[in-house]
């Protein structure tokens, strides 16, 4: 996410760090690179402008001069105001229940399966919701909106009489009369898009809005459509009064000018955005985080709120105590593995650690290893899961085929294994590991 400006930003800054003293011109220079890292992304040249003047007007002032480290300071200053930028908080959805949301975008958008990680998210804060399939241009769309319910468990209000029919409001005032028997408290409708803007869909969307009274209008864009995310929005806006946009698409965005001016542009705040391809990857939009992320400081809060959210407290403290105890298995991996793949690719993960960026940026983190791992463990009974000693040569022959892999691949997977349990045990025994410093551990007896 955002890895071209986030090198662009670093080589900026470097030259900062280290000197003791800024003058006007070392900010300027710095300023000036940072334009550049700007306009390459993409983002809007107005919002470039602006930035940079709030920036600089800061930046050259007592607040730097007086400061024991200028370059961090003038970091510090240029992350408040992309905070700023980004539009200060996180804006959340509001509204009374039952709470009508209406998805609305060009066709392409991701707008249907946005529709559903919305629904998904709604459960997780335990709310009850109803999609509504109302994208009736395209026959596919209601196919789609109806497997994409049953996968994640929330109904689909639809009916194929209308489709390819100008009847969309007819079938949003018929799943709002409906709700009180379905129990459900909030409702997300699926809208049409078209392939650009046009006088149809906006009235479509208008008389929509009017039958549904709905307090959230979301529109959902590319991310990785750069400033055309922003004639989107802003085209959208003239039309309908948005309360919101959702990114789709960020985790792919290395260069991140949708992101950066979306919200200044159009006064809309970003409220979520789509990381990734699964329906659980749809994240609340934080603009300090973002802001953190673009800057190479990584993301821990997010990071923490992933492993809340896919880690069972109780399992994690269970394979805790094995490690202590030296007796983690195979199996106790394997667990852990499913859950590390929940959280989402392990660049994106590697790249919420603070520094981790710049540092293993020519490190090649491949997700296929983690699935060549599980897919090799998985091959095992439950008896050589729990105890990988008995697995000889024969017993390697089976797992190798079964997981479409070698022999040697299980030798090596064995192997680093039974390393990691020597050195669980020496941890646990307190004698600590030969050749590193001494590690707090348990006491050695006397």
């Known amino acids: 996410m955002f890895d071209a400006l986030t090198q662009r930003f670093e080589g900026a800054f470097a030259r900062l760090r280290v000197k003791g003293r800024l003058s006007d011109a070392d ?5 000036r690179e940072v334009r550049l890292a700007l306009l390459e992304a993409d983002v809007n040249v107005g919002v470039v402008r602006s930035f940079l003047g709030r920036v600089r007007e800061r930046a050259v002032g007592e607040e730097v001069q007086r400061s024991l480290t200028p370059g961090q300071q003038v970091i510090k200053i240029v992350h408040e105001e992309l905070v700023t930028t980004l539009g200060r908080q996180a804006s959340g959805l509001s ?6 949301i209406l998805m609305v975008g060009l066709q392409g958008s991701g707008k249907t399966t946005t529709a559903a990680k919305l629904a998904v998210h709604m459960k997780k804060q335990g709310r009850h919701p109803l999609l509504v399939a109302a994208d009736l241009q395209r026959p596919a769309a209601v196919d789609q909106l109806e497997t994409l319910g049953k996968r994640i468990g929330v109904p689909v209000y639809l009916d194929r009489s209308l489709v390819g029919k100008d009847r969309a409001p007819k079938l949003v005032r018929a799943a709002l009369k409906d ?20 006088t149809e869909l906006m009235e479509e969307l208008a008389e929509m809005r009017g039958v549904a009274e709905a307090q959230e209008i979301l529109l959902v ?18 039309a309908v009064p948005l309360t919101g946009v959702i990114l789709t698409k960020l985790d792919g965005d290395a260069r991140g000018g949708a992101a950066i001016s979306v919200r200044e542009v159009t006064g809309c705040p970003i409220k979520f955005a789509g990381v990734g391809e699964t ?6 939009f934080h603009p300090d985080r973002i802001a953190s992320r673009i800057l190479g400081m990584g993301d821990v809060m997010t990071l923490i ?5 896919t880690f069972d407290r109780q399992q994690a403290e269970k394979a805790a105590a094995k490690m202590r105890k030296a007796a983690f298995t195979l199996e106790d991996f394997l667990q852990q593995l499913s859950a590390l793949k929940q959280m989402g690719s392990l660049s994106s993960l590697v790249a919420m650690l603070p520094g981790a960026g710049s540092l293993l940026r020519d490190v090649k983190i491949d ?8 897919a090799v463990i998985q ?21 190798a085929a079964g997981a479409g892999t070698t022999p040697q691949a299980v030798n090596v997977l064995l192997k680093q294994f039974a390393d990691a349990q020597k050195m669980m045990k020496m941890l646990a025994s307190g004698k600590g590991v030969p050749g590193l410093p001494g590690m707090p551990g348990r006491r050695p007896k006397r």
């Not at 900010?27 to 300023?31: F, G, N, Q, R």
């Not at 129990?183 to 898009?193: E, F, Q």
């Open 221 to 238: 864009v590319d991310a990785m459509t750069g400033q055309d995310a922003v004639n989107v929005a802003s085209g959208f806006l003239a």
């Open 367 to 374: 997700d296929a290893d983690l699935r060549r791992v599980e």
């Open 305 to 309: 709120e992933k492993a809340e959210q």
């Open 27 to 31: 900010v300027d220079a710095a300023l």
């Open 279 to 284: 329906l659980d990857d749809l994240e609340a």
């Open 379 to 399: 091959s095992m009974t439950p008896e050589e899961r729990h105890d990988a000693k008995v697995i000889g040569g024969s017993r390697k022959r089976r797992i």
């Open 95 to 100: 509204g009374r229940s039952p709470m009508v």
């Open 179 to 198: 709700l009180p028997k379905l129990g459900k408290d909030v409702v997300i409708v699926d809208t049409a898009g078209r392939l650009q803007i046009n």
